[in-house]
């Protein structure tokens, strides 16, 4: 997703060009880059599931160390517990239950593991994520980067010292 008006990152650029973002790089580039404390805000929609439990700390504090002090933290994702109720209630067929629950399978064999789901979070195990991580919750909701408050958690958070 690429928004108006703000510096849209990516690892990827897509292709034909389509969805391509300002900044292109890798995540370790990122962090080498010397952005330290600029950004007053960061939207990190759908990105945390494709990370390993142990590895999401460093990203979590990757994205603490660009934002400024008071700066916010949007992170959204898919649910783990909402997509299980949905599942179980009939509104995802076992297919689509699985394209949320491990991500597109198409996408992944087209470009590389990295768009597999590698975890699942609810809106209060993210939250205590980023709370570990020097993080201030203002709040924990329903996810609405996708239209799909039913299916994603949105967490709200601010940096502090």
Avoid at 35 to 61: R, W
Wanted: aromatic share 12%.
């Amino acid at each position: 997703m690429i928004l108006k008006d703000h510096i849209n990152y990516d690892q990827m650029i897509y292709e034909g060009g389509k969805f391509k973002a300002d900044i292109v790089c890798s995540l370790d580039e990122l962090a080498e880059a010397g952005l330290g404390g600029l950004f007053h805000g960061v939207l990190c929609s759908h990105v945390i599931e494709h990370f390993y439990p142990n590895d999401a700390d460093a990203f979590i504090q990757l994205i603490r160390n660009l934002l400024a002090v008071k700066g916010r933290l949007v992170l959204e994702a898919p649910d783990i517990f909402k997509l299980s109720s949905l599942y179980a209630k009939g509104k995802y067929s076992a297919k689509e239950a699985v394209a949320n629950f491990y991500g597109d399978v198409g996408f992944s064999l087209k470009y590389e593991a990295s768009w597999m789901h590698h975890w699942g979070y609810t809106g209060e195990s993210a939250a205590n994520l980023l709370k570990r991580n020097g993080f201030a919750i203002i709040s924990v909701g329903d996810g609405i980067t996708y239209n799909h408050a039913d299916r994603d958690f949105r967490v709200v958070a601010e940096k502090v010292e």
